[in-house]
């Protein structure tokens, strides 16, 4: 089955610094999400991405949808302690599929 | 607006016995979603609802089933439980089957 490679597993930044997370497949995504998910809670959608080569915002989160559409990368820049969580790459391979398919995390840990 | 809501917040069984377990969508989204997060495992999908009809099933064994009611809320109902069934279960729901939103999840335990 597909499969999405997420990397890395964990980082222990120091507050301030900017961080850099990403995604590949060997399989072509339509769509590709970020979700946020904190100790005991669902994830939460960060930005979502429809179209290859697409850079996207969302407050100090940018992520890009990759040009062969098999990759995706998020950063995050001027980190804080509250960015600390579980950060997923998901993608969709198309509409009538339905399902996400996610990639095994990056742990988030923030030293203020 | 109300976000996904799931219920019960925590289900505990025991082995060869039945789990149901609900979910409520954001209102005016017809879609939902079931996916397994075991630990060491992520997210799994297990089932896809739209407007009432199954559309999509991940690769778990038919005692995994659910339904979803006219009002777009859904069940998952996990027969004859297995140890390995323990996890958080999660329900998204989706107006355009692709942003996905997501509850809080039941976390269910089989002894």
């Known amino acids: 089955g597909q499969q999405l490679n997420q990397s890395p597993q964990s980082m222990f930044i120091q507050e301030g610094e900017d961080v850099s997370m990403n995604c590949t497949s060997s399989s072509i995504f339509n769509t590709w999400l970020w979700y946020k998910q904190e100790p005991g809670e669902g994830p939460v959608l960060l930005i979502a991405l429809y179209k290859a080569g697409e850079l996207t915002s969302n407050g100090r989160l940018t992520a890009q949808f990759g040009i062969t559409r098999k990759d995706s990368f998020l950063n995050i820049s001027a980190s804080i302690p509250s960015d600390v969580g579980i950060y997923f790459c998901?993608?969709?391979?198309?509409?009538?599929?339905?399902?996400?398919?996610f990639g095994k995390g990056t742990k988030l840990s923030v030293k203020p | 607006e109300a976000g996904v809501t799931q219920s019960p917040t925590h289900l505990i069984k025991t082995r060869g016995q039945q789990a149901t377990l609900r979910c409520s969508p954001i209102?005016?989204?017809?879609?939902v979603y079931w996916y397994q997060q075991a630990l060491g495992l992520g997210l799994q999908f297990l089932l896809w609802?739209?407007?009432?009809?199954?559309?999509n099933r991940g690769n778990f064994p038919p005692r995994f089933s659910g339904r979803q009611f006219p009002n777009y809320s859904s069940e998952l109902n996990v027969n004859a439980l297995e140890l390995e069934d323990s996890a958080l279960y999660l329900c998204?729901?989706?107006?355009?089957?692709?942003?996905?939103?997501f509850g809080p999840g039941t976390r269910l335990t089989v002894t």
């Open positions: 998204a729901s989706s107006l355009n089957r692709y942003e996905q939103y």
């Open positions: 209102s005016g989204h017809t879609s």
């Open positions: 998901a993608g969709q391979l198309g509409g009538s599929q339905g399902n996400l398919i």
């Open positions: 609802y739209d407007e009432g009809e199954e559309r």
